[in-house]
C-alpha cells in the first residue's frame, strides 16, 4: 500500500525513530499508527524504547481523592532526574494516571497501561512523553483505599512521600483533621503494620530469636531474659506499629489514642524511588561515557 509523507512524519515525531524505519513499520502494519508505533518499539528502534534500559528512579508520587472522598489513590510515576519531573506535562501525565485510579479498579500497573483514552493506550501516550522529553520515566506502581465513610492523602516534601488513609467513623471537620495528621505521622514514622495485632507468629518468633541471641550475647542471666523480651517486644511494637506509635505531634500519647472514635482501616504509604538503584553518575561522567561508546 502507498503510505503518504504525512503519516510517516507523524509516526516519527511520536516514536523519533528514523524515516525509513517509520516508513518500513507503516508498510508491515498496514498504515496503523498505533500498530507501527508498537511494531518500532518491539524492534527497540523507537527512542522511547532506547531509553527503557535506563534507570528512571526520581520523580514524583500523586495523590487524589474522589469528589465524595471516598476514594483516594497514590501513584509512583518515575524519571530519570529531578528536573523532568518538574515538567508540566509530567505532572499532567502523573495527575491523570491518579485520575484513572480513582475512577477504575485496576489490579496490575498492566492494567492501567492497556487502559485506551480516545482509542490510545496509556503506555502510547507515555511512550510518546519519553521520546518528546527526552527521558526515560516509568509507572511504577499505584495505591487505591476505599471507604463507606471518608479517606484522607497526604504528600510531603512536595511528593517524595504519598499516604493514603482508609477511615471509619463520623465525617467531620475534627476527624478530618485527625486523619490528615496521622496521614503526616504515616510519612513521618513509616509504621510497618497497622496494629500490633498485625504482625505475624513468624515475625514475632524472628525478633524474639533475635533479641534473645543479643540478650545472652551481652551476658544477661537466663533467668531474667524472658522479662527483658517482654519490655524489647512492647519496644518494637511502639516502634513498627502505628496504633503503637508515639504520636509525632505529641509523644505523650499513641497514635491510637489520638485518633479516639475514628478508626483507621488502613493506610498505603509510597517513598519515591524506595528499592530502585539511583544513578550516581555526573554530568561530565556521562558525556565522557557516550563519546567513548
Same mark, same amino acid.
Given at each position: 500500500m ?8 507523524e !509516526?516519527?515525531?511520536k ?10 513499520? $507503516? ?13 518500532? %518499539? @518491539? ?13 528512571? =528512579?526520581?520523580? $514524583?508520587?500523586?495523590?487524589a481523592?474522589?469528589?465524595?472522598? /471516598? ?13 523532568? +519531573? ?22 496490575? &500497573? @498492566?492494567?492501567?497501561?492497556?487502559? @485506551? ?22 509507572? %511504577?506502581?499505584?495505591?487505591? &483505599? ?13 511528593g517524595?512521600?504519598? &499516604?493514603? !488513609? ?11 483533621? /485527625?486523619?490528615?495528621?496521622? =496521614?503526616?505521622?504515616?510519612? +513521618?514514622?513509616?509504621?510497618?503494620? $497497622? ?5 505475624t507468629?513468624?515475625?514475632l ?16 542471666? @537466663? ?20 496504633f503503637?506509635?508515639?504520636?509525632v ?13 475514628m478508626?483507621?482501616?488502613?493506610? &498505603? ?6 528499592? !530502585? ?17
Amino acid at each position: 500500500m502507498s503510505i503518504s509523507a504525512k503519516l510517516v512524519m507523524e !509516526l516519527r515525531a511520536k516514536t523519533d525513530a528514523g524515516m525509513m524505519d517509520c516508513k518500513k513499520a $507503516l508498510i508491515e502494519t498496514n498504515g496503523d499508527l498505533e500498530a507501527a508505533t508498537d511494531y518500532l %518499539r @518491539e524492534k527497540g528502534m523507537s527512542k522511547a524504547a532506547k531509553k527503557a534500559s535506563r534507570i528512571a =528512579a526520581e520523580g $514524583l508520587v500523586f495523590n487524589a481523592i474522589s469528589n465524595d472522598e /471516598k476514594i483516594a489513590a497514590l501513584v509512583e510515576f518515575n524519571s530519570e532526574t529531578d528536573f523532568v +519531573a518538574k515538567n508540566d506535562e509530567f505532572k499532567s501525565f502523573g495527575n491523570l494516571l491518579t485520575k484513572l485510579v480513582i475512577e477504575n479498579d485496576f489490579k496490575t &500497573v @498492566e492494567e492501567l497501561k492497556a487502559f @485506551e483514552i480516545d482509542g490510545s493506550k496509556i503506555e502510547t501516550k507515555l511512550s510518546e512523553l519519553i521520546a518528546k522529553i527526552g527521558e526515560h520515566m516509568n509507572i %511504577r506502581r499505584f495505591g487505591r &483505599v476505599i471507604s463507606d465513610s471518608f479517606v484522607t492523602t497526604y504528600l510531603h516534601m512536595g511528593g517524595k512521600i504519598g &499516604v493514603a !488513609l482508609q477511615l471509619e467513623g463520623d465525617v467531620t471537620d475534627e476527624n478530618k483533621t /485527625k486523619a490528615k495528621d496521622i =496521614a503526616m505521622h504515616v510519612a +513521618a514514622m513509616s509504621p510497618d503494620f $497497622l496494629d500490633k495485632f498485625e504482625v505475624t507468629q513468624d515475625i514475632l518468633d524472628k525478633e524474639r530469636a533475635i533479641l534473645k541471641a543479643q540478650l545472652i550475647e551481652q551476658g544477661k542471666p @537466663e533467668k531474667i531474659i524472658d522479662n527483658i523480651l517482654i519490655g524489647k517486644m512492647n519496644k518494637f511494637f511502639e516502634e513498627n506499629c502505628l496504633f503503637q506509635q508515639k504520636f509525632v505531634k505529641d509523644d505523650k500519647i499513641t497514635v491510637g489514642s489520638y485518633a479516639g472514635s475514628m478508626k483507621v482501616v488502613s493506610f &498505603v504509604r509510597f517513598k519515591l524511588g524506595e528499592g !530502585l538503584e539511583k544513578r550516581n553518575e555526573d554530568f561530565a561522567a556521562e558525556v565522557e561515557a557516550q563519546m567513548k561508546g
